[in-house]
DNA sequence: ATAACGATG
């Protein structure tokens, strides 16, 4: 449909705004020859160049705001360079535009289009993706979803044959590339906030790397926003080692900010934060203020002492010092109570008294994910919790470390944003240039890298200790990953992939829950399994608020299976679903709405996988059975997490790695049962094991043969507990006159009494 | 006798 261009109400001539028919502003392009002023010539038609049809009327205010950003008076160094090089690192800081402005000059070059391809965008957050593909629909004039779209997990906004600019996360386009490792559908693909180093990004890197050589007609823009470019253009320099890839350098755009650092280390600070804080309330001009700490507990608190404290001083100097709000924020909170960012500063108490001063106290969520405007004081302690791993006990944990150079920058710059300010580093100005990293260590050196090495076999990687990491793991690392990969199946003994493990790395889920699914038919139990892998995949769903946990863990009570956590995680979920009608159900019984919700996303989208691979959806009519079935195919997934009681009462020492743990305290079961399985080794105020399940010994024996092989165990009370097993299956075997552990043996109690078919 | 930095599929 073309444009109305004839006014009823005016005597005015129809004005001519459908332009001639066969305009092409893109007339005369040569594909990856494109210069700026061609460029800016298509951007200023009437036409829009990639749909043919006139431009809306807002199309020109949008273009004039984007003519101000910093990256566009360098359209035409960043279109040269495009047009003589395959890969470019860029260097954008914060407010050049780079994000949104980037990936468009790319098409006005690459003119994906015209072949058939797409330019990706890769973010590390689904957020981001989604919000910056809507603003360059918005740019491009387009729709969203059509020429413009986006693809996350659980939503794929594109549409195939249209879509030619497409932002995605890293993770999507990882999981592309595994059943296409050339990646053929792109022309060019851009990384997007490299420097965060997420692991599916540091992939990314390595395989594009690799790609580059076999595709000489890909593009590759890798974008970062602090200065260690450097590092990335020589990873990149891949026309030899003397070449390092070519730097496209934009400025940003933001106000400057005044760092204050203690003149001595602070022994505690969180003290010295509440002392900080109130300090800037009492003594420094209007404007709010952002607080960084490390947890859910610590923020709560600091709120908590500050909103006291600040009372406080209101009252004693009511003309001086104005009322304050203080907001607690991090991941776990209500969507609704993180909107609480956004309010505005309290009003003075009288009309013209001092201004009131919103404070947020967050996690390192404000650092990266979300952007509060009018912050106008950052307080850095200078600490963050980070995720470490121990190869050596196959132990992720959570520690609270310091944070780096990097991260601090970025902390500052969050005071800059709408007008100059001010950052307060609680320590020393000698402890940040000598004590701080300059990077935060990228996350693939801080993982269990299971999953990874599982990805990266499929993707065809053969020799994973060789690979072409940006940052390469510790071997021992790698060792674990494929150790448990082996006794998995998912690969045989030469490291090679199995059919087995090809179907498990489809599954987005850690390989030990994939291979779970995978032989739960077997079990007669893929209904339940998919349900508790669901429940595992998402945060905890119990709530437990300090001043109700009384009633919580009464709720609680009512809802557990004292067989196991798993099981009651399984009971969690059907009465959830049962409960669907009544809005409150979740409320009354202390679980997480949202948490659920999540587990129902995901158990849809995992049984389109089964459905796929046509694993059967069956289940167990007897209850007991059913149960005593599942406990069977939870160790063939975790039979590596398996603990042993000895010692002192609630005293475990897990299997091989002989790591003394106890219940965690959140655990269901009733009694203390010799042997258990468990989801979780957790390090907390000591090491505990969480989410715990009943299991015997027989099983273990049973269903992982290799691994339970008893010449592999050191002498101790668990090999003997083992051996006791083995006679007395060996006896029973006798008795019943029948093997055991045999291929051609039903592995379940009782065989399926209804089959439930899987429904979409 | 106690708990989840932030993300991703």
Redesign the pocket.
């Given at each position: 449909m073309g444009y109305e261009t004839y006014n009823p109400y005016t005597n005015a001539p129809p004005v001519a705004a459908k332009p001639p028919a066969g305009a092409n502003p893109l007339h005369g392009f040569l594909p990856r020859k494109v210069t700026a002023e061609q460029v800016t010539r298509a951007m200023e038609s009437d036409v829009n160049p990639f749909t043919r049809q006139p431009h809306s009327p807002q199309y020109k205010k949008i273009l004039e705001g984007r003519k101000k950003l910093p990256v566009f008076g360098q359209m035409d160094e960043f279109l040269k360079m495009f047009t003589n090089n395959q890969i470019i690192v860029m260097v954008g800081e914060t407010g050049s535009g780079k994000t949104t402005q980037i990936p468009q000059f790319v098409c006005y070059s690459d003119l994906p289009h015209t072949k058939g391809q797409m330019v990706a965008c890769t973010q590390?957050?689904?957020?981001?993706?989604m919000s910056v593909a809507k603003r360059v629909a918005d740019e491009l004039d387009v729709s969203l979803g059509k020429e413009v779209g986006y693809?996350?997990?659980?939503e794929d906004m594109t549409e195939p044959g249209t879509t030619f600019m497409k932002y995605?996360?890293?993770?999507?386009l990882?999981?592309e590339a595994m059943n296409d490792p050339d990646l053929k559908r792109y022309s060019t693909i851009i990384l997007d906030e490299a420097h965060e180093r997420?692991?599916?990004t540091d992939i990314l890197m390595g395989l594009l790397k690799d790609l580059a050589k076999r595709r000489s007609d890909l593009k590759i823009v890798v974008m970062s926003a602090t200065l260690d470019a450097q590092k990335f253009q020589r990873y990149f320099s891949i026309t030899g080692p003397s070449n390092p890839a070519p730097l496209f350098k934009v400025p940003g755009r933001t106000h400057p900010v005044e760092v204050f650092y203690t003149q001595e280390p602070e022994p505690d600070y969180v003290e010295a934060a509440i002392r900080t804080v109130l300090m800037i309330h009492r003594a420094e001009d209007p404007g709010d203020i952002l607080l960084f700490l490390?947890?859910?507990?610590?923020i709560e608190d600091a709120c908590r002492k500050i909103k006291l404290e600040a009372d406080e001083l209101t009252n004693q100097d009511p003309d001086i010092v104005g009322p304050l709000t203080c907001i607690p924020?991090?991941?776990?909170l209500p969507p609704q109570q993180q909107q609480r960012i956004f309010d505005q500063p309290p009003q003075p108490r009288v009309a013209g008294g001092p201004p009131g001063r919103k404070i947020v106290v967050s996690?390192?969520?404000a650092e990266?994910?979300?952007t509060i405007d009018g912050i106008v004081y950052v307080v850095d302690p200078g600490f963050?919790?980070?995720?470490v791993y121990n190869p050596r006990i196959r132990v992720e944990s959570?520690l609270v470390s310091p944070i780096s150079k990097a991260s601090a920058q970025q902390r500052a710059g969050r005071a800059g944003r709408t007008r100059p300010g001010k950052c307060f580093r609680l320590y020393t100005e000698k402890d940040f240039m000598s004590e701080l990293e300059e990077q935060t260590h990228p996350?693939i050196l801080?993982?269990n890298l299971a999953?990874t090495v599982l990805?990266l076999a499929k993707l065809g990687i053969q020799d994973l200790v060789h690979f072409d990491y940006v940052d390469a793991p510790a071997p021992e690392t790698l060792m674990r990953a494929l150790e448990l990969l082996n006794y998995l199946a998912a690969l045989d003994d030469e490291g090679q992939l199995t059919k087995l493990g090809s179907i498990m790395a489809d599954?987005?889920?850690?390989p030990q829950m994939a291979k779970m699914l995978i032989v739960s038919p077997e079990f007669y139990c893929s209904h339940e399994i998919l349900t508790i892998v669901a429940m595992l995949?998402v945060?905890?769903?119990?709530?437990?608020p300090p001043n109700q946990?009384k009633e919580?863990?009464a709720a609680k009570a009512l809802l557990t299976i004292p067989d196991g956590d798993h099981l009651t995680l399984m009971n969690v979920y059907n009465s959830y679903v049962n409960n669907k009608h009544d809005k409150n159900w979740c409320w009354n019984n202390y679980l997480?709405a949202r948490a659920l919700q999540q587990a129902d996303n995901v158990r849809t989208?995992l049984q389109r996988t089964m459905e796929r691979y046509e694993i059967d959806l069956v289940t167990t009519a007897n209850e007991q059975k059913l149960w005593q079935n599942i406990r069977r195919t939870l160790v063939c997934g975790f039979f590596m997490q398996v603990a042993h009681k000895e010692g002192e009462?609630?005293g475990y020492l897990t299997v091989k790695d002989n790591q003394v743990v106890?219940l965690?305290?959140?655990c269901g079961l009733d009694t203390s049962p010799e042997w258990v399985i468990f989801n979780e080794f957790?390090l907390?105020?000591?090491p505990?094991i969480?989410t715990v399940t009943e299991v015997k010994p027989e099983w273990l024996l049973e269903l992982a043969a290799p691994y339970f092989d008893l010449s592999t165990f050191t002498d101790g009370e668990t090999k003997r507990a083992l051996q006791r097993a083995l006679k007395k299956r060996a006896y029973k075997t006798v008795d019943s006159g029948s093997a055991s552990n045999g291929r051609n043996t039903p592995a379940a109690e009782q065989p399926a009494k209804k089959k439930k078919k899987a429904t979409t």
């Open positions: 590390p957050r689904r957020v981001a993706a693809s996350i997990r659980f995605m996360t890293d993770g999507m990882l999981r997420t692991l599916a490390t947890g859910e507990e610590e924020l991090y991941s776990s996690t390192n969520i990266t994910s979300l963050s919790k980070q995720k959570l996350e801080r993982s999953n990805e599954f987005p889920l850690d995949s945060p905890n769903v119990w709530l437990r946990r919580a863990d997480s989208q009462k609630n106890s965690h305290p959140s957790v907390t105020t000591k505990y969480r």
